[in-house]
């Protein structure tokens, strides 16, 4: 097997990825790079990011309101070091790209322009029109080829970690156009392989987004950390899941249920308060937005369609003019595919998911417990996000913390430790032989498709908007019903080029591992918290779980799940209060 040497590894080469490699070729250009990404970098699900990023740069605003609306978002299960900061290199981060040339919408004075977002009740969210993650993946991208010093490895599929004695040296990664495996060694290495919202049926993310490299880390002994949070967005399209930025509402839309209501003002969300301290209402916490959407359809105020229940996005008032402007991809996207003109019509929408706030288990230097491995973006869990990530601070959070796991894998990259190479062979060995055995079996009982299927229904039955004891086991029995059967898949497809059926099974073994972190901690957690809303438990629980569910790799069943401290500096856990209840001030 081919040997590639590099003294940084990164897998993923979206927001995180890019990010983490330019940070290293600043930090020393010496250190030679390996960016692999199983796509293209400009396809990775950065660039589908549409609303925008948030960092403190107005007058009005400051450190601490950020500080506070991440924390209580986060349903105070944000470790408060990691946020303190995130929201103070935030703004750093966002004039940097603005200086790579990062096409901020402006102000008619020239400055950054900001818009309001869910559960910030300061309008702090820089954005480039609604489709501010092209435009940022875009900077990333063009920043990061001036270096001479980062190599990409563009459509190489990476399968296993290689680890010896609590440290990690590598990887093998397939070289997608050839089939051929090679074996990645390096001195530091730093997962940014994104979410997996793939594991449900019906969300925003892209295809790629499978969790692959969480599976990676997982089964090399990194814990993943608060994997039962799972964020539903409460505004996608009926039927593709493809998502309207919460933009739309931050610019003033409105939701209205089957009587044109605007529903949420029942939930403990209005009345509106008025600027500069943002109503809450349509922006109110996504958590919250998208419960209320499952009350309003077990009270019958909901619209079906042949897609599901939705409820109506109303952007009429706004105008052509600021529709144009602000939300031109918005408009595109509705005519498209609901055949609906936001303009003149109202818009069928409904809770999809969205994001994880789990993932790999990192410090505040995004490194993991494993000697050497680095985690950043939305794969990892630092964690900012806690029980429910804000809308725009994940763009903030691959840049801080991307650039801060370059910054630490550079550092100790020069301590140049290595594994005797026969040991890496062995395992460069063991991994190829895991693909080839797909290769070699014939007798093929099931198909990776209707596992699949069967794998996400099960995911959106039991571990959706709400959940229970029986729901959530009925899941974990299903999960391990297809991890059972899913040892008898063969591939259909035997050839090496580009070979589909191939990825898939290996995205399909990932996901596997990803949903049953999420089914067995949400088992665990027995309380109400941001995303986990269970309806046997219904009240959150401080006593019991303020604290990080940490799933543990197990090879002979289930995750093994314990807990870890939240990190608390300076907000007491209090209750999350929006609209005119929060009293007209920021800061909690
Ligand atoms: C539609 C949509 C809109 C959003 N809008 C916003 C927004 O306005 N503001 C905000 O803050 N957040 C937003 N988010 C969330 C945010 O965009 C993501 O969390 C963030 O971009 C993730 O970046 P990342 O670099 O961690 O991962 P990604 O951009 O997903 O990149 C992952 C990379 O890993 C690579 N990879 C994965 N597996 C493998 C493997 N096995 N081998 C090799 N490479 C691999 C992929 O090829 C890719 O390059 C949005 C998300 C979606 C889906």
Redesign the pocket.
Known sequence: MQVIEADVII????????RTAIAVAEADPKLSIAL????Y?M????????????GVIKSNDNLEYHFHDTVSGGDWLTDQDAVDLFVNEIPKELLRMEHWGCPWSRETSGNVAVRPFGGMKIMRTW?AADK??FHM?HTLFQTSIKYPSVKRFDE????DLLTDDGACYGCT?IEMRTGQMRQFRGKAIVI????A?KIFPFT???A???G??MA?AYRAGVPLKDMEFVQYHPTGLPGSG??L???CRGEGGYLLNKDGYRYLQDYGLGPETPTPVLKAMELGPRDQLSQAFWHEQKKGRTIPTKWGDVVHLDLRHLGEKKIDERLPLIRELSAKYVDSDPVTTLVPVRPVV??MMGGIHTDIHAATPLNGLYA????ACVSINGANRL????????LVF?ARAGRGAAEYAKKGLTAPSERLDALAADSEARVKAWFQRTQATDRVPDLKKRLTTAMEDGCGIYRDEATIKAACDIIVDVRERFKNVALEDKSSVYNTDLYQT?EMD?MIEVAQTVAVSALERRESRGAHQRLDHVKRDDEAFLKHSMAHYNPNGEPRIDYLDVVITKSKPAERVYGARAGGQSAA
């Open positions: 897998v993923g080469a979206g927001g995180a990825g890019l692999l990404s199983k796509v970098p396809r990775s699900h950065t660039c589908a990011a549409e609303g925008g990023a948030a954005f501010t993650g993946l190489y599929y990476t399968v990664a940014c392989s994104g979410g919202g925003t993310n892209g790629v987004k499978t692959d490299g990676m493809i998502l930025t919460e933009a969205h994001y950043a973006g939305e794969c809308g725009s601070n994940s763009l903030g959070e691959l991307g290996l990932a």
